[in-house]
């Protein structure tokens, strides 16, 4: 991609009154924009990463033998009274009635929408185990949008549904969806603690949250001083006195987190409530038996931002960048240096790395601070005085290291470094 023929509008400045690091870099790096509050648009460069992201959880999923659909998001409410939601979702719910009077509603999360699709053509315990998940925009009236994507009243979540005949099966979608979201979080450069939530309340579902420390976070996470603890404490009363449950000696830490990703084993809940129920081997009528898991994606990618950046801006890890490298010619009027930048423009793209050409007629200064900005993991820097050594430079942007390489070798080199 030519950065000339691109829509990369970066800001020098920082806007005013945004608070988190995440968002004043996805907005000076051009990634996405502010509509009003809570609503963002996904800029070119921030829809690739949007798009990398969504594959992996892909990837993911379709390993954890989950299949993808797409259910609608627009909602009758009279759905949703056949789980009482309307009522104790109404906080977050976007309400309106259409032209014939039907009450609908834009769908703030998907479960009764999906055991309505399911009850309506599972029968036997031979059409389950299933799993189906969407990657699909939610609509939640958040009375406080707050960091940007991280707390938007519009935003883009992956959501899985398993449906099971037993406890067993159940318990073997969720280890499998588990490990899926820890592959994900590994792949998205992310180290998550996660936390088992308080079954207490939730009637003795079982539930994990995956959170990354960061100072943005609205949940409370705790590390010991001494061993490897982080987990959630479920006592009450004041942890900071409290030691720490695993080695009982070591001072618990608090720390906030930002919640990426939600999974809880459902069980009857919601198939009961709405009739989802299946005939088993000996011809017994029972309720499906669920599980949902839920990650935040547009969240993600500010979480991402909010670990892997520095005073100069965004370091993308790998899978996640919106283009492997850059291309910077020093200067731009030299018809060999630009040449020669257009030669490894096309040999890059042909072995299969992912190439931001900037082209644009501005100061080498500019340019090199915008790299560092939007934060691609190498930039190839064309100077005159080095192409004449027959060398040209490899920057790695999160080691800020450089190597001079030979012109002949640095395809290779480069293709070596990204993997
Ligand atoms: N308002 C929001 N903006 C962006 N992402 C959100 C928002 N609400 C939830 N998410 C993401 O979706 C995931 C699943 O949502 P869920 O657990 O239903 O939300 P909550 O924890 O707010 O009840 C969360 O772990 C989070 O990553
Ligand atoms: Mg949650
Ligand atoms: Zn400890």
Redesign the pocket.
């Known amino acids: 991609m030519y950065w000339s023929k691109f829509f990369i509008p970066t800001l020098k400045e920082v806007p005013l009154g945004v608070e988190a690091v995440s968002h004043q870099l996805l907005l000076r790096a051009g990634l996405v924009h502010m509509l009003t509050s809570g609503v963002y648009s996904y800029l070119p460069l921030g829809f690739r990463v949007l798009r990398n992201i969504e594959n992996i959880i892909r990837e993911e999923m379709n390993k954890a033998g989950a299949h993808e659909l797409l259910l609608p998001s627009l909602h009758p409410v009279e759905l949703w009274k056949k789980t009482g939601r309307n009522v104790t979702l109404a906080e977050v719910m976007i309400r309106f009635e259409d032209k014939k009077g039907r009450a609908m509603c834009l769908g703030p ?1 998907h479960e009764e929408v999906i055991t309505d699709l399911v009850q309506s053509y599972v029968q036997s315990y031979r059409q389950l185990p299933l799993t189906l998940y969407q990657i699909q925009t939610k609509f ?1 009236d ?1 009375i406080r949008p707050r960091f940007g ?4 009243c519009e ?1 883009i ?1 992956k959501d899985a549904y398993s449906f099971d005949d037993d406890k067993a099966g159940l318990e073997k979608n969720y280890q499998l969806q588990y490990t899926a979201y820890q592959n994900i979080f590994e792949r998205c450069g992310l180290k998550t603690v996660v936390l088992e939530a308080d079954s207490g309340a939730m009637g003795g579902d079982i539930s994990h949250e995956f959170m990354v420390p960061a100072p943005i976070g609205e949940d409370e996470i705790y590390s010991c001083s001494s061993c490897h603890f982080q987990g959630g404490i479920k006592s009450a009363g004041d942890p900071s006195n409290l030691l720490c449950p695993k080695c009982k000696s070591g001072r618990l830490e608090k720390q906030v987190a930002i ?4 999974i809880f084993q459902l069980g009857t809940k919601y198939s009961q409530a709405m009739n989802a129920v299946f005939l088993d081997a000996t011809g017994k009528q029972k309720p499906i038996i669920m599980g949902c898991y ?3 994606v ?2 993600l990618i500010a979480a991402v931002v909010e670990k892997n950046n520095d005073s100069k801006g965004i370091i993308w890890p790998k899978e996640v960048a919106p283009f492997d490298l850059e291309i910077v010619p020093v200067q731009t009027s030299d018809q060999a240096i630009m040449d020669l930048s257009n030669k490894f423009y096309v040999e890059l793209q042909q072995k299969g790395i992912s190439v931001l050409f900037d082209d644009r007629d501005e100061s080498a200064g500019i340019r090199f601070k915008d790299a560092d900005l939007i934060g691609l993991p190498f930039r190839l820097v064309l100077g005159k005085r080095t192409v004449s050594e027959n060398k040209i430079e490899i920057k790695n942007r999160r080691t800020d290291e450089t190597l001079l390489v030979n012109i002949d070798e640095a395809v290779n080199k480069i293709a070596a470094l990204l993997n």
Do not use: C, N, P
């Open positions: 999360t939640r958040e994507v991280v707390r938007a935003f979540m919640e990426l990703g939600h839920g990650i935040g547009s969240r």
